[in-house]
């Protein structure tokens, strides 16, 4: 009789996708192992999760997963992973900071998902959540910049061993699939 309570509970939750959205939040992002790359440096106070090759988010998609986050009990292995890039425009060493540079697949659409959350004056919540996509060009560095500090700050940046430029705007993603909104 356990087993058929068990059974019948992973198949509901399963059915509904909310175990590849629990995924999403304890698996960290996997690298490209072939093909053209840029690398990918990630700044932010709450947490950000990438989508390899795809314009939309879907967490089902293989190397998805968490790229840094700020606060512990999620996955977090990439944090403070550095790959030699050119320095940014942000100051790496704030509190309540996590950064990590990271290999994305290049010429392909690329996905991140930014969610933060925290209270403001009074104890009034406020989050960010928003999703973008890019492509990034293959041999290019890239920064990107997911903040919350009362708004929501995002800011992407290539750059150059003199220095930084704006890589232009990105463009707003949505869900593959409505099981994929967390």
């Not at 910049?145 to 150059?160: D, I, K, N, T």
Request: hydrophobic residues 40%.
């Amino acid at each position: 009789m356990r087993a058929r309570l068990i059974l019948g509970l992973a198949v509901a939750v399963s059915g509904c996708g909310h175990l590849s959205n629990i995924r999403a939040f304890s698996t960290d992002y996997l690298e490209p192992s072939a093909g053209e790359i840029a690398r990918l440096r990630v700044v932010t106070n709450g947490m950000v999760r990438g989508v390899p090759a795809s314009d939309c988010i879907d967490w089902r998609v293989p190397g998805a997963g968490v790229m840094a986050v700020a606060k512990s009990g999620f996955a977090d292995r990439n944090n403070g992973r550095s790959l030699g890039m050119p320095a940014g425009s942000w100051r790496l060493d704030e509190p309540n900071l996590a950064s990590a540079e990271l290999k994305v697949p290049a010429g392909k659409p690329f996905t991140l998902n930014f969610l933060s959350e925290g209270y403001g004056s009074a104890g009034r919540s406020r989050s960010c959540r928003q999703s973008y996509r890019f492509v990034p060009k293959a041999g290019q560095d890239y920064e990107v910049v997911f903040y919350e500090a009362g708004g929501c700050v995002v800011a992407l940046r290539r750059l150059y061993e003199e220095g930084w430029t704006e890589a232009g705007p990105m463009e707003k993603a949505g869900l593959c699939r409505m099981t994929d909104a967390l």
